[in-house]
């Protein structure tokens, strides 16, 4: 199962970026997918996770409302919509995805997950 995320970059506080990430390879059923940030220094975070079948989302605490996490299985990519960005933001963000055969579960500890993305940088200028 291979990885990739898209879409980090720079932008100025209350600006918006989306994130992408795409999730391959054989598996019986599908991928949940998860995202996670991580400043230097600290903890890998939960951001936020979707279902496999997309009918279910969990975001990490005060984030509902500013991120949106949504995929199109057609295309095999979850995406992670932020908006009203702040520079608390400001990290690494990874894309992590674990084959499953229950479309409704949702995965929001990053040790349940087996496969990671190789990271994205976003940076939230002041």
């Known amino acids: 199962v291979q990885v990739v995320e898209s879409g980090g970059g720079l932008v100025q506080a209350g600006g918006s970026l989306r994130l992408s990430c795409v999730a391959s390879?054989?598996?019986?059923?599908?991928?949940?997918m998860g995202w996670f940030r991580q400043i230097s220094g600290k903890e890998r975070e939960f951001v936020a996770a979707?279902?496999?079948?997309?009918?279910?989302?969990y975001y990490g605490d005060s984030l509902e409302g500013r991120f949106t996490i949504s995929r199109d299985n057609y295309k095999d990519t979850a995406y992670l919509q932020m908006n009203d960005l702040e520079p608390e933001d400001t990290a690494v963000y990874y894309c992590?995805?674990?084959?499953?055969?229950?479309?409704?579960?949702?995965?929001?500890?990053?040790?349940?997950?087996?496969?990671w993305g190789q990271g994205t940088q976003v940076t939230v200028s002041s």
């Open positions: 992590a995805a674990q084959p499953l055969t229950t479309p409704s579960v949702v995965i929001t500890s990053a040790s349940d997950y087996d496969y």
């Open positions: 979707i279902s496999w079948s997309g009918d279910y989302q």
């Open positions: 390879g054989r598996t019986l059923g599908g991928y949940a």
